[in-house]
């Protein structure tokens, strides 16, 4: 079979490590490069694929089956639309976009042109989370009552140097949490409200450094989620389940969940039971169950290689995209108004529009 052609807009942080996973597969060739930097075409040069400064250069240039927009949040919009209008399906990493109408735009333009689109929350295709789907959906656990979710980091100061990461919108809420939240959907369900708190105590931008969130679902499960980007400790699943493309493995849980039959801490995986299926009085049974050794990066581009090939359904598609988008912008929101912000209110064009 002949590799699919993918091209790749936006080579920075994220989209070098596209390329690499990309000249990784057999079954996939990086048709080329787009990206104004000049650390781009030095890259485009290493991996002998051709350049352009313009994605829609490349669009125009290049025979594709398929992009990765890996552009700046405010470029998904525009970048993803081309990439729909040229009838290719088109991975679009996280979030989806950068407003809850770009999102639609994005959704109105591939139902339009019936282009399939994947969405870059890669934590879907990572083996624990994959193994958690399991176990939750099979009844394991039995009613899933509560979670809990850190993402608690350090993030070293010189990252701030990049001015947009110190305004709103550039914090760890659109950039960490979004990935927590969107992993709770995915494992527990739909997000009805969420209740937050934020601070900027610690780096004194005007964007958040550090939230708390109440989350209820729609099903009745409760949840919590703490997120710092200036907290040194090891509760954050990029450390803890060694997928993370530049941190090192730091063994730990970023995630409990609470069952009426068990509860399920990941990324460790142990699964804890009481005896005979009795309760506080008998003793606590640990089962830890064993993941594949598949990475998430590498199996959201196989992913991505299927839906090009077989036309298969995307994991997340736009739609599911903007879901986790409101509900994280909903975590911002309930902050600015000090109140519970609820889901209907946050996506009141989605609900008549997708
Ligand atoms: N899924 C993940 O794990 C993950 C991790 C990091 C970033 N991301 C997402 O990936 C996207 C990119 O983030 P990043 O951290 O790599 O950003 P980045 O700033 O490192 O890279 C963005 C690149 O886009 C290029 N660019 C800007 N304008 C362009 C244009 N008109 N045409 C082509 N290229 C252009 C820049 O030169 C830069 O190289 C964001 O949406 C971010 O949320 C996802």
């Not at 903007?322 to 996506?347: P, Y």
Request: charged content about 20%.
């Amino acid at each position: 079979m002949k590799p699919v052609k993918i091209a790749l807009m936006g080579a920075g942080l994220i989209g070098r490590e596209h390329a690499r996973f990309l000249k990784a597969n057999q079954e996939a060739e990086l048709a080329g490069i787009a990206d104004p930097a000049p650390s781009a075409q030095q890259l485009a040069a290493e991996l002998d694929v051709p350049y352009f400064s313009d994605y829609e250069d490349l669009l125009s240039h290049v025979s594709l089956d398929g992009a990765i927009v890996a552009l700046p949040n405010s470029m998904h919009r525009e970048a993803g639309i081309a990439c729909i209008r040229t009838g290719i399906p088109t991975l679009i990493e996280k979030p989806v976009a950068d407003t809850e109408e770009a999102a639609l735009a994005i959704i109105e333009a591939a139902g339009a042109a019936d282009v399939p689109v994947l969405i870059g929350h890669q934590r879907r295709h990572s083996p624990d989370i994959v193994r958690a789907k399991q176990l939750i959906s099979g009844g394991q656990l039995g009613q899933i009552v509560t979670v809990n979710g850190m993402c608690q980091i350090k993030k070293e100061n010189q990252y701030f140097d990049n001015l947009w990461r110190q305004q709103p919108g550039g914090g760890p809420i659109l950039i960490n949490l979004i990935h927590d939240i969107d992993t709770l959907r995915y494992l527990i369900g739909d997000i009805h409200s969420v209740h937050a708190v934020t601070s900027n105590n610690v780096r004194k931008f005007a964007v958040e450094d550090s939230a708390a969130v109440i989350l209820k679902f729609t099903n009745g499960s409760l949840g919590t989620l703490l997120l710092s980007d200036s907290v040194a400790s090891p509760w954050c699943w990029d450390l803890n389940s060694g997928q993370g493309a530049y941190f090192p493995h730091t063994p730990a849980d970023a995630y409990h969940i609470g069952g009426t039959e068990g509860s399920l801490a990941i990324p460790s995986m142990k699964l804890y039971k009481h005896a005979d299926g009795g309760d506080w009085h008998d003793p606590l049974i640990v089962e830890k169950h064993e993941i594949a050794e598949s990475h998430a990066y590498a199996a959201q581009l196989q992913h991505f290689i299927d839906i090009i090939r077989t036309g298969a359904e995307p994991l997340i598609g736009a739609r599911d995209g903007l879901m986790t988008l409101a509900a994280t912008l909903g975590v911002g929101r309930s902050a600015a108004e000090n109140r519970e912000v609820f889901m209907d209110e946050l996506l009141p064009m989605a609900e008549h529009s997708v």
